[in-house]
């Protein structure tokens, strides 16, 4: 007994001074951690104090633009995202566009203050005056400025709203068409300014003062005042849209108000657009003033197909009482039987029946355009009285109700192609054509019902074609620097009453001596800002 105690002290003994030297290990061990720990963490302390004071230096270098060596970590490095500059605020933005530069224009009358169109750059009846060299404003756009908005006020339904002034940046007066006419009253066709007869006629907001709703899903409906859609097909489709210069159907601007260019924009009007897959449809109405004014009432439709880059548009339209404004006759200044109003004018009044057509194809640097109109001018069902109200507050003092006893037909074809040579550079070239019908006196019994002569009538049948190249660089963002010709020639009845063709400077007939036709070419150079 006594033996067994002795053997179990013993062992007991043992496993003790085991255990002490196991715990004195262990406290060795975590002691030799503690002091390296601690080191590292000096070490490490002292590294992150390094690269912090390094910070700066690093903080120069962008992601976006370093070689993937500068980089202080392996990754892939994206191309900066555009920037997005337009000067808007919470959804309501100014946007805006200034045109202007210098031309030769071989016949021209002076320049006009007041027309957004500014020179007689398309042949036209006042320009055998003489050559210009001076100012070219508003040449391959006309001048604007805008605000337009856009806000969501339920789930995807937008209230979106556009106002929208054209302005001429040499005399920085809002474009006003009826004015430049106006301006000329009772002067000999050699002493007037260049004038074009225009819907811009000096309101505050001559282009666009309309708003509406919209929704991805049901279509957008707008009122107030707006383009017409036969403006619109011209826009899209003209492949120099928006050219003063050098575009035909942008300077004449009838083919933009199915006939007359006082219909491009329409007061009074309501319209509708909606897409369905590819397809677009669009509706538009001008209620008339009511009275004695003009224009009347106005219907017009458009169906539309976007697919693979291609687009075609077919627009059809009724236009009642159109108007096409010229100057009072020489020594008329005013008629004193009705109001000034805000000037007076000559005017021809019809009603209008168009329909359209366009289609544009993009393949590639490539882009091709071709379009074509037809309009036939009728004597208004609603003949106007003298001192009619026309557009922008003018006074239609002669209105003329029997210019069509035979409908006029008038047409017009073009096509062009742009060609991108650089992402930069465009060069474009497009051909214009139009021809009208002899609606002269009304009946063939008259010798001169199936005229051709520019010297016998405006109803004659005649002839204008004009061919244009341009070219566009855009050197700098917002900025373009371009340059462009057109050369243009009319004859026949088209060229009725044109200086040097078949009247003198003063008017007066050149009978034997008259010519069939006419021409003209309008070199320039301009600078384009927009934003």
């Avoid at 225009?198 to 009122?223: C, E, R, V």
Wanted: with cysteine.
């Amino acid at each position: 007994m006594k033996k067994t105690f002795i053997s179990a002290a013993a062992i007991l003994a043992f496993a003790s001074t085991a255990h002490a030297d196991e715990l004195s290990d262990i406290q060795a061990q975590a002691k030799q951690l503690r002091e390296q720990m601690t080191k590292r963490i000096a070490d490490l302390e002292k590294r992150q104090k390094a690269l912090e004071a390094q910070k700066p230096a690093i903080a120069t270098i962008n992601p976006v633009d370093a070689m993937a060596a500068d980089l202080p970590y392996k990754a892939a490095v994206k191309a900066k995202p555009p920037e997005n500059d337009d000067i808007c605020i919470k959804g309501i933005c100014v946007y805006g566009d200034f045109d202007m530069g210098a031309t030769f224009i071989q016949h021209s009358a002076p320049f006009s203050p007041t027309a957004g169109g500014p020179l007689d750059t398309l042949v036209s009846k006042n320009g055998g005056q003489g050559a210009y060299f001076g100012v070219g404003a508003n040449q391959l756009s006309t001048s604007f400025i805008g605000l337009r908005g856009k806000q969501e006020i339920a789930d995807n339904l937008y209230a979106v709203f556009n106002l929208q002034t054209l302005f001429n940046p040499a005399s920085g007066v809002n474009a006003n068409g009826p004015g430049s006419i106006a301006q000329n009253n009772g002067l000999n066709i050699g002493l007037q300014n260049s004038f074009g007869d225009s819907s811009k006629g000096g309101q505050l907001f001559n282009n666009a003062a309309y708003f509406g709703i919209s929704s991805p899903t049901y279509g957008t409906f707008t009122m107030g005042r707006q383009s017409a859609l036969t403006s619109d097909l011209i826009v899209n489709y003209d492949p120099l849209s928006g050219s003063n210069s050098w575009s035909v159907i942008t300077f004449q601007g009838a083919n933009g108000g199915g006939g007359d260019t006082q219909n491009r924009i329409y007061d009074n009007s309501y319209e509708y657009r909606v897409s369905v897959g590819p397809v677009r449809l669009a509706g538009e109405i001008q209620a008339r003033n009511g009275g004695n004014a003009a224009p009347g009432n106005a219907f017009e439709g458009d169906i539309g197909i976007d697919y693979m880059g291609f687009s075609f548009d077919f627009t059809g339209g009724k236009i009642y009482d159109a108007v096409a404004a010229a100057p009072l006759a020489a020594g008329i200044g005013s008629i004193t039987t009705v109001a000034i109003g805000n000037g007076q004018v000559a005017a021809t009044i019809s009603d209008n029946t168009v329909f359209q057509v366009g289609a544009r194809y993009t393949i590639g640097p490539w882009k091709l355009f071709g379009g074509y109109e037809h309009v036939d001018f009728a004597n208004p069902n609603n003949p106007l009285n003298p001192g009619a109200f026309g557009e922008g507050g003018i006074i239609l003092a002669v209105p003329n109700n029997n210019a069509f006893v035979t409908d006029k037909i008038l047409q017009t074809a073009w096509f062009g192609v742009r060609y991108a040579i650089t992402p930069a550079l465009d060069i474009t070239g497009a051909y214009y054509h139009e021809w009208q019908n002899s609606f002269n006196n009304g009946n063939n019994s008259n010798p001169n019902a199936n005229c051709t002569t520019a010297a016998v009538s405006a109803g004659c049948s005649g002839t204008l074609d004009a061919v244009s190249v341009v070219v566009d660089w855009r050197f700098a963002k917002h900025v373009d620097l371009y340059a462009g010709i057109m050369y243009s020639q009319v004859q026949g009845g088209l060229a009725n009453g044109f200086i040097g063709t078949t009247v003198t400077n003063t008017g007066a007939p050149l009978g034997a001596a008259s010519t069939n036709k006419s021409s003209n070419y309008d070199p320039g150079i301009g600078l384009r800002y927009q934003f």
